[in-house]
């Protein structure tokens, strides 16, 4: 699965975003996707991740509330809805692929493929 993100940009506190992820490959609904993202100076987190069919999410704390995750299985796309931007979620963000959907916080070295990040800039 070759996976490519877009959609990132600059945007005020308190805006809205939406991430595209576009995926090849006839094998994507076979895998559940997520979303992570890494502000400078840290660590890639988790963000959100959604199973194959899209009938079960799951997101971290810190998004909650203000961000959705869902998927189009018929254009190959995944979306990161993100609402009520705040300027601690500046950061890349990464779509990626796994086999296996949980509905826990979700690593790094369980996903399998990743697209390059798009920058997600928000201002205060």
């Known amino acids: 699965v070759q996976l490519q993100a877009s959609g990132g940009g600059l945007v005020q506190a308190g805006g809205s975003l939406r991430l595209s992820c576009a995926a090849s490959?006839?094998?994507?609904?076979?895998?559940?996707m997520g979303w992570f993202r890494q502000a400078p100076g840290r660590e890639r987190e988790f963000v959100a991740t959604i199973s194959w069919s899209g009938g079960s999410t799951y997101y971290a704390d810190s998004v909650k509330g203000r961000f959705t995750i869902s998927r189009d299985n018929a254009k190959n796309m995944v979306y990161l809805q993100m609402n009520n931007l705040k300027p601690e979620d500046t950061a890349v963000y990464y779509c990626a692929a796994r086999k296996v959907f949980t509905s826990t916080r979700n690593y790094e070295f369980e996903y399998n493929y990743w697209g390059q990040g798009t920058q997600v800039t928000v201002s205060s």
């Open positions: 490959g006839r094998t994507f609904t076979s895998y559940a």
